[in-house]
């Protein structure tokens, strides 16, 4: 009788085991940014909503109004039951049209707002950082003050040059304000100029609010240019980045929104893939 409860209570150990491991790491459905899509969405906004749809995904990342008004866009989506949670903007328009920014942001349904390059000339200095922290925090202020919206900056690999103990990144997240500057992370741009994506969710943790999912094409070296072909962009699992690790460290760090980037030519053949690979990830 003892011989068979050790054999069950192993047995449910080893089931346990199993079934941990046969856990989903990725269960939600990705976001997806209008960028990946922007030739079509230049064509046809609601066509390309209807696309994207099909394919499962309902969280939307505009980066353009695509000459439409933001009521127009806020329509098309709840007509097909979607979503924008981030709505992307340039830099000037952030700092010189915050408050617009603001109002089509809040009629999109946009919980965050946020910019994806600092206009510069290389290299990233820290007097260019020193000037994105006070117009971030300025505008960050607005944003959330005005109308409950969260600015995110979105990194672009120029910004890792070093610094310090550190590099400018690191700069610009400890210098700015975290009740009214937070961060979109891009994996790719992380990776490319040569830091570690998943340490650096788990460094600066609740800071990070966004990812922008993306890998690089395996035989490409990167540098601090902020800078690639879009061919380098490809399905995620098929490049260099460890996708696992940056998905667990996101997910201990409470990342809320996740979107696919692709910016290759051939991206209609790629998604699908990214999305099939992250359905069948497991811890």
Request: charged share 25%; aromatic share 14%.
């Amino acid at each position: 009788m003892k011989n068979l409860i050790n054999i069950l209570f192993f047995s449910l150990l080893v089931n346990g085991a199993l079934s941990a491991q046969n856990k989903p790491l990725f269960p939600q459905m990705p976001g997806m940014v209008s960028y990946t899509y922007r030739n079509s969405f230049q064509k046809d906004v609601a066509a390309t909503l209807d696309t994207i749809k099909a394919l499962g995904i309902k969280d939307m990342e505009f980066s353009n109004l695509f000459g439409k008004k933001a009521t127009d866009i806020r329509k098309m989506l709840d007509e097909r039951g979607m979503i924008c949670s981030s709505f992307g903007v340039s830099y000037p328009d952030l700092t010189t049209k915050t408050r617009e920014v603001g109002e089509n942001a809040k009629t999109l349904g946009a919980k965050f707002v946020r910019v994806a390059w600092i206009p510069h000339q290389a290299p990233f200095t820290l007097e260019i950082a020193k000037k994105t922290v006070e117009d971030f925090n300025k505008a960050g202020k607005i944003l959330k003050d005005e109308f409950g919206i969260i600015f995110c900056y979105h990194n672009h690999g120029y910004e890792f040059y070093p610094y310090q103990n550190g590099t400018f990144f690191d700069y610009i997240v400890q210098n700015t304000n975290p009740r009214y500057v937070s961060f979109e992370i891009d994996i790719l741009w992380t990776f490319f100029p040569g830091a570690d994506p998943a340490q650096l969710i788990l460094k600066y943790g609740k800071r990070f609010k966004l990812m922008h999912l993306k890998d690089l094409r395996k035989g490409i070296t990167g540098n601090l240019s902020g800078g690639t072909a879009v061919e380098n962009d490809v399905a995620l699992g098929t490049g260099q980045l460890d996708i696992p690790a940056i998905l667990k460290a996101a997910k201990k760090a409470g990342i809320k929104h996740y979107y696919i980037e692709d910016e290759s030519p051939v991206y209609y053949l790629q998604v699908p893939k990214t999305i099939e690979y992250l359905k069948g990830l497991k811890y």
